[in-house]
């Protein structure tokens, strides 16, 4: 990708800064957003050939693409566990965005319901505990 801009993930370990994330040829970018005890990494994709942007885990040397509903634009895998549960949000109109759980255990999807809240726009679901309880913050 010579002469384009493109954003790309690094890992800064023992002193080492590398760059370990490469979805597949048509990545422009990519984030990391969350990190867990055991190495997984949570973050976000864009793909040139989809047009959409999707969430991604990484783990063990293996991608797995998130994407909460068939019709999500965008989807942001913000954090993860040390149980493997993620956290992240996702939009299927640029604009209003909302909250899910994904389980790497059963790769499995717990969609949050959104606040019944007047002239609710979006909720962003950003860190997750480690506890049974999972709690989950965001805005």
């Not at 047009?51 to 019709?71: C, D, W």
């Not at 634009?73 to 956290?87: C, D, P």
Request: hydrophobic share 35%; with cysteine.
């Amino acid at each position: 990708m010579v002469g384009q801009n493109r954003s790309l993930t690094f890992v800064f370990s023992g002193g080492i800064c590398s760059i370990p994330l490469n979805v597949n040829a048509t990545t422009t970018s990519e984030f990391a957003f969350g990190v867990n005890d055991k190495e997984s990494i949570v973050g976000q994709y864009a793909d040139s050939n989809t047009g959409t942007t999707s969430g991604l885990v990484y783990r063990s040397g293996a991608f797995t693409t998130l994407n909460p509903v068939v019709n999500a634009l965008v989807t942001n895998a913000q954090g993860i566990n040390n149980n493997g549960l993620v956290t992240g949000f996702y939009s299927t109109d640029g604009t209003h965005s909302h909250g899910f759980l994904f389980n790497t255990g059963t790769a499995s999807y717990t969609l949050i319901a959104d606040p019944n809240v007047p002239n609710f726009v979006f909720s962003q679901l950003l860190g997750i505990n480690d506890n049974d309880k999972g709690i989950v913050v965001g805005y």
